[in-house]
C-alpha cells in the first residue's frame, strides 16, 4: 500500500490479546502510523507464552504493552533499510537475487 494511503489510515482494535496483538504488530510492520488499541484487561503470566508478552509486561494493562511493542517495530522500521534485510540472510546462504 502507498505510504501516502497509510498515512490517513487510524485504525482501531477491540481486544488485544492474542489476535488483537498479531494484527497490531501486523499493521505496525506495514507502516500504519496511528492505532488506537482498546483492551481493559491486564497481562497475566498466563498471557506470556499464547498472547506474546513479556515478563516486564506483567500487571501492565495489554494496550500498553501492545503499545510499547508497536512503537518499537515502527522505529526500527524507519531506520532498516532493505539492503540491510537482505544482509541479515546472507549468514544462512541466503543471496539477493539480481536481475
Known sequence: MPAERLAG???SIIGVGATGRQVALQLAAIGVPHLKMIN???VEQVNRASQGFLENDLGRAKAR???VLYQAVAL???SVTSQDAFGWFEPCGYRQ???
Open 76 to 78: 526500527v522500521l524507519e
Open 9 to 11: 489510515c487510524s485504525p
Open 65 to 67: 504493552g501492545t503499545e
Open 40 to 42: 481493559f484487561d491486564t
Open 97 to 99: 537475487i539480481k536481475g
